[in-house]
């Protein structure tokens, strides 16, 4: 089993900048598949970015040259970069691991873009 604890949410305006962060409770090194996805009301949750256990990293095309995430298998700890941030990133923003094909899921951040 894994916790994933997220921090790093909160209210910009657009254009602006977020960092989000997911600290696991265990090692992540040996986790393939980690990633970000966010989820607005009524929707279905959707994959914000795939990041996998050797740096490689996988975008959905409406982040793409805007977000940037990475991970820090020392830390057990994976980041969200979000940059030129718009009304549309609004969302609530979960951290996901795949560990032995069972899914975990961090709390949540909540990230609100809006003047």
């Known amino acids: 089993q894994v916790q994933l604890v997220e921090s790093g949410g909160g209210l910009v305006q657009p254009g602006g900048s977020l960092r989000l962060s997911c600290t696991a409770s265990?090692?992540?090194?040996?986790?393939?598949?980690m990633g970000w996805y966010r989820q607005t009301p009524g929707t279905e949750r959707e994959l914000v970015v795939a990041?996998?256990?050797?740096?490689?990293?996988n975008y959905d095309d409406s982040v793409k040259g805007r977000f940037a995430a990475s991970r820090d298998n020392a830390k057990n700890t994976i980041f969200l970069q979000m940059n030129s941030l718009k009304p549309e990133d609004t969302a609530v923003y979960y951290c996901y691991a795949n560990l032995r094909a069972q899914p975990y899921w961090g709390q949540g951040s909540q990230v609100v873009v809006s003047s």
């Open positions: 990041v996998f256990s050797d740096g490689d990293t």
């Open positions: 265990r090692s992540i090194s040996d986790i393939y598949f």
